[in-house]
């Protein structure tokens, strides 16, 4: 079985320690060779890097690895980069949060007016990656899921128009999967979904029974409707996750034709989520009180202790495994189905061809192969052309320096919709991002 060398970009992430626990639990299907982690925060990276030191020796002790702050030593001879950075940090996030909630609309890490000032950071961060990795690894696979993913992909297909090799993913649609396998009480690779529409914006028309064809879509609506919504790992979520997905029920009450994503209820109910959410702790607080603060807390009784033992065990890795399986799907050629971000040509075929859209894709060597929806039906099509061009805007505004783009960009967001109120949180998020955001003018 061939063997590969990858790496991770943002080696310091929370995300981090279920990645290194999954490339050993799955080290029979996606054996690695080289494994690398790169960073730009050295104290940050140095505790995961440590630990991950202290879980090969025990458990792969085969594997070359590595964490490094230099470019070259990290990308050199890679054959998958997987980029997970947070442009700006989990404080920045906290602002992104922060400052949209004191003006009463929603502060939130992807959608929004803080997805879009995460965005703009992100844009010119990624960039600049990308074009290092392509400096030390022309051929390398990269598979991006830093956020805001969408607005990443869309600017990135602009960067790079002919790179046929950078695949930006989201693990959001496959935990829905995953969490309707709980509610049917199946495996969720039992379940062959049918999905379209933006990263973090999309329904499920259809989930196929995969061994009897039956549509079980009709089923799943009844059981939220009596039961609720639970993700697949419930135990292990804060409970702003499960309220999150509990708003699936009021969505399906009422919009029934399709599952939605549950990020939908940031678009559909934007006045309900701005009143009911905590204006005081934000999700951001949460994740440094709660997940990273586990994370580092794991990284420093391992080396303290100089084994691992059985925390192995600690740490849920869904999305980790997601994104490994990836790329066995294309390092095998095995065409596996995923859910993945693409430029549409076609796939929703009444929506413009330069969009980059969700759904999903047969994945190979070659790339992904988008499995085509068909025309969409009249809701769901306005809300994805107002989002999509509100999206591209922002990457004009990114590309022109242009505040005017920003602030159409701004404008036509459904968690801000009025311009008085897009100007005041733009003008506030540009002054909190001084230096990180290009100049707008
Ligand atoms: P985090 O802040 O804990 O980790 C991010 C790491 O990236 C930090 O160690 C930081 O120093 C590093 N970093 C920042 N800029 C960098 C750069 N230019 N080059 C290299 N490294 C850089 O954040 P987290 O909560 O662990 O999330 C990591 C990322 O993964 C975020 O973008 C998050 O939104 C994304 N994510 C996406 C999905 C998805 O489904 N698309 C799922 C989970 C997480
Ligand atoms: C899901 C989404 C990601 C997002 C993450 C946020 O996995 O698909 O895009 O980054 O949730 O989770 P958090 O726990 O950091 O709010
Ligand atoms: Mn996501």
Known sequence: MKTYNLCIVGGGST??????????RLR?????????????????????????????????????FMYTMDKREAYEGMDFVFMQMRAGGLKMRAEDEHIPFRMGLIGQETCGAGGM???????????????????????????????????????????FPDDQRILNI????????????????????DLDPVYFGLNHYGWFTHMYDVHTGEDLLPQIRNRIAE??????DAEQRDQSWLDTYGM??????????????????????????????????????????????RVFDECEQVIAEGKLGDRFHTISDAHAEMMIQVAESIAYNRNDRHIVIVENNGA?????????????????????????????????????????????????????????KALQAFTLNRLIGDAKKAREVLDALMEANEGMWPKLQ
């Open 170 to 189: 989201c693990d959001q649609p496959e935990n829905v999967v995953r969490s309707c396998s709980r509610l049917l009480g199946c495996d969720w690779k």
């Open 248 to 293: 699936v029920q009021t969505m399906m009450h009422d919009f029934p034709d399709y599952l939605p994503n549950t990020y939908n209820q940031y678009y559909l109910y934007p006045q309900y989520k701005a009143a009911h959410l905590n204006p005081h702790v934000t999700r951001a607080d949460e994740v440094m009180a709660g997940r990273e603060k």
């Open 28 to 64: 029979d299907e996606f054996p690695i060779k080289k494994l690398t982690l790169f960073d730009i925060d050295k104290e940050r990276q140095e505790k995961i890097g440590k630990y991950g030191e202290i879980l090969f020796q025990e458990r792969f002790p085969q594997l070359e």
């Open 227 to 232: 039961n609720g919504f639970l993700p697949q």
């Open 117 to 159: 000032a995460y965005g703009l950071r992100s844009c010119a961060d990624m960039i600049q990656a990308v074009h290092d990795i392509r400096t030390y690894a022309p051929n390398a696979w990269i598979l991006n899921y830093s956020n805001p993913a969408a607005i990443v992909a869309e600017a990135l297909r602009r960067e």
């Open 15 to 24: 995300y981090t320690l279920g990645f290194l626990k999954s490339f050993v």
């Open 348 to 404: 929703i075929a009444n929506m413009q061809n330069d969009a980059m859209v969700e759904v999903v894709c047969e994945l190979g060597m070659h790339g992904p192969r988008p499995m085509r929806v068909g025309n969409i039906p009249q809701f769901y099509l306005g809300l994805l052309v107002n989002q999509v061009s509100c999206e591209k805007l922002l990457v004009d505004a990114y590309f022109e320096n242009s505040y005017q």
